[in-house]
């Protein structure tokens, strides 16, 4: 709103629209038409509680909420997962963007349909934020100092080995901030990984 109200020097200021001035932020921007009016959004779950059963409001709701392109990249996603084609998805967008939005639902509906998702992030600060709190290294077992020839300490027949070949999605939050080194020992490793990684 800053850059849209030139000259402004109070909030009543930011406020003020076509010289009107509204009682809060939120309103100021429905005005301005920087907020879409959500009424018949609310009015469509309402209804839809009623007689939709929980897989129809899951879409409904992804539908109502995702962008064209935030859509498109949860049915690549998706798509991959469910064909088993494997691959790696690389999400990089500025802060409040949706990419935690994505990875909740792709997390939520995965995990709904009893597919097994790991979650993981590069650094121990970015992992405090994730459901499972856990980072790259501890859950694979990443060796460090990691070189290029680097593997992870997953032996075959244990139950880090079985959760692995049995996991649907990897998603890896922050995964700039690892070395290259580290997504290859996790592919070298005896355990044979058909999971994407995101």
């Known amino acids: 709103m800053l850059t849209a109200c030139k000259g402004a020097t109070s909030f009543e200021d930011i406020r003020t629209v076509t010289n009107i001035q509204y009682p809060t932020c939120r309103e100021a921007c429905f005005a301005m038409g920087f907020l879409q009016y959500d009424k018949e959004f609310i009015e469509a779950i309402k209804e839809a509680k009623d007689w939709g059963t929980t897989n129809y409001l899951r879409k409904l709701f992804v539908l109502m909420l995702l962008t064209d392109e935030q859509t498109s990249i949860y049915n690549q996603i998706i798509e991959a997962v469910n064909k088993n084609q494997g691959g790696m998805f690389f999400l990089y967008e500025f802060g409040g963007t949706g990419k ?50 680097s593997t992870c300490n997953i032996h075959q027949g244990s139950e880090l080995a079985e959760l692995l070949n049995q996991t649907s999605l990897i998603i890896w939050d922050e995964a700039p901030m690892a070395h290259k080194f580290c997504f290859e020992a996790l592919h070298q490793s005896d355990v044979p990984l058909f999971s994407p990684i995101s």
Request: glycine share 0%; proline share 6%; hydrophobic share 45%.
């Open 100 to 149: 935690t939005f994505i990875r909740r639902t792709l997390v939520t509906s995965l995990r709904a349909n009893n597919q097994i998702v790991i979650i993981v992030a590069s650094s121990s600060i970015a992992s405090l934020l994730l459901p499972d709190d856990r980072t790259a290294h501890s859950k694979f077992k990443i060796p460090v100092p990691i070189f290029e020839d």
